[in-house]
Each structure stands twice: as C-alpha cells, then as structure tokens.
C-alpha cells in the first residue's frame, strides 16, 4: 500500500483538524502548497508561527487586539459613543457591524453564546465584565447584536432579564431583518445595516 512522506501527511492532518476542512480538501490544500512557491508556504508558516504572540483580547470590550495596544481602538476613539455598547457573541461580528459603517458607539464581545449542549452556561461568557462598563463608562443603551439562532435568542433573553433592573439602560435588538439562522459574520451589509438602523426597544 503506497504511503505519502511524512511531513506530508503531517500537513494534511493539520489542515484537516480545521473546522469545514474534509479529508479531500486538506489533500487539496496541502498538495497546493507542495507544489506552490516555496515563499508562500514561509509565509503562511511565518504567519501561523506569530498568531499568538501577535494578538491579545482588550481588557474592556474583550475584542482582538494587537499585542502592542492596551485596549481596542474602536474603545479608545473619541469620536466612538462609549454610552452605546453593541453586545456581540464574537471578534468577527464586529467586523461585520463595522462594515455597515452607519454605527458609532463600542462593542463588547461576549466570547460565545449560551448553548447548555456545548456546556457553555453564563458563566463562561463576559456578562459580569459588562455590568462593570454599564458603570464605569454610564453605558445607556446595550444593543444586543447576537445572531438570530436558539442559542443567540436565549443569550439575548438572559442578559435582558440580566440588565432589566436597570433604570437607566436601554436594550434594544437587532431588527428582524436579519435571516434566521445567518450569523453576523456572513450577512450582507444592506441587511444588516437595515437590521442595526431597525433596532427596537425591548
């Protein structure tokens, strides 16, 4: 039985361990870059090899950051609102609000959603943190950007009833113009501008 050379196979097994990544694609991708330059097969080593030490998450907004910075720029621009936060599940969400470019006030990053399957509960996500910025920077309004799913629905749910006693915070959602089931992430930008300029008292 014919065998491939091990550091081939090494390849393969790490690009197949990626999430979305089948068998045949990591054999694609790792006989891509066997037969592609050698320079993008350093680079992309190069880039692997400074993932860690080259990002860090903000101690307020708990976004990505690079390591050089204190906290994230978007928090500490003065143009930004800090009275407004956007609560989103993740960094990339972000990313994608950010596109719309119709929002000016601060983010912060749960770190994921409650999902008791996954054993993910409340705890493992950045609610107390957030309480702490409602004080610190008199946050009034928390628009609760999480996705449209079961998981996002009840994180949503939870922080409500979390912040509900709150005099002085207003929560809004995400307008319904957002696709059941689509994450931030992968919605267009039409879309999900509508959908932030839509949101709702709850």
């Known amino acids: 039985m014919a065998t491939l050379p091990k550091s081939l196979e090494e390849l393969i097994e790490a690009l197949g361990a990626l999430p979305g990544v089948g068998p045949r694609s990591a054999e694609r991708y790792a006989y891509f870059l066997l037969k592609a330059d050698k320079n993008k097969s350093n680079r992309l080593s190069k880039a692997l090899d400074g993932l860690h030490s080259g990002i860090k ?43 719309t470019t119709l929002y000016r006030g601060t983010y912060h990053v ?24 409602i004080d610190d920077d008199n946050v009034t309004e928390i628009i609760l950007a999480t996705n449209a799913s079961v998981e996002g629905e009840t994180t949503a749910l939870y922080i409500q009833q979390e912040l509900d006693t709150l005099d002085n915070v207003k929560i809004t959602r995400l307008a319904r113009g957002l696709p059941i089931g689509v994450d931030l992430e992968y919605a267009d930008q039409i879309t999900l501008g509508r959908a932030l300029e839509g949101r709702q008292s709850l």
Do not use: M
């Open 110 to 133: 749960l770190g994921g959603l409650i999902s008791p399957i996954d054993g993910v509960g409340p705890e493992q996500l950045h609610i107390n943190e957030l309480k702490k910025r």
């Open 57 to 99: 998450t903000c101690p307020k907004t708990f976004a990505l950051i690079d390591a050089s910075q204190d906290v994230s720029p978007l928090y500490d621009d003065p143009n930004r609102d800090k009275t407004t936060v956007a609560l989103v599940a993740d960094p990339f969400d972000i990313i994608a609000l950010e596109k």
